[in-house]
């Protein structure tokens, strides 16, 4: 069974940072894609990034490139998202979500290719 849970979510102020957490088991990390989702309320769910865990490449959401940052330790099956110079506007539930081996561009932008979700966590940054 595959399960992911996500850590890190809370309230900061504009311009601050936090990093989230996703912890997986029941995969094997090097033949999977991890990828973050957000869903801010009266909204849809949008792709934020996504890492390929086989070769690491990463991909990104043109509303966070150059302040988000995705990472992978497959020795501790956890990906990370480093979030810096928050925005209000990046206030939302982030998930995240594993398929099977790789992510892409394209695939960042359609949630429903990816398989098994974790529960989410909160973000909400204030102005």
């Known amino acids: 069974e595959v399960q992911l849970v996500e850590s890190g979510g809370g309230l900061v102020q504009a311009g601050g940072s936090l990093r989230l957490s996703c912890a997986a088991s029941?995969?094997?990390?090097?033949?999977?894609?991890i990828g973050w989702f957000r869903q801010a309320p009266g909204k849809e769910r949008e792709g934020v990034s996504c890492?390929?865990?086989?070769?690491?490449?990463?991909y990104y959401a043109d509303s966070v490139k150059g302040r988000f940052t995705i990472s992978g330790d497959n020795a501790k099956n956890t990906v990370y998202l480093q979030m810096s110079s928050l925005k209000p506007e990046d206030t939302a539930d982030y998930y995240c979500?594993?398929?099977?081996?790789?992510?892409?561009?394209?695939?960042?932008?359609?949630?429903?290719?990816?398989?098994?979700w974790g529960q989410g966590t909160q973000v909400t940054v204030s102005s």
């Open positions: 890492i390929s865990t086989s070769d690491g490449s990463t």
């Open positions: 979500a594993q398929r099977f081996y790789s992510c892409s561009d394209y695939l960042l932008r359609a949630p429903d290719s990816f398989d098994d």
């Open positions: 029941g995969i094997t990390f090097g033949y999977y894609a």
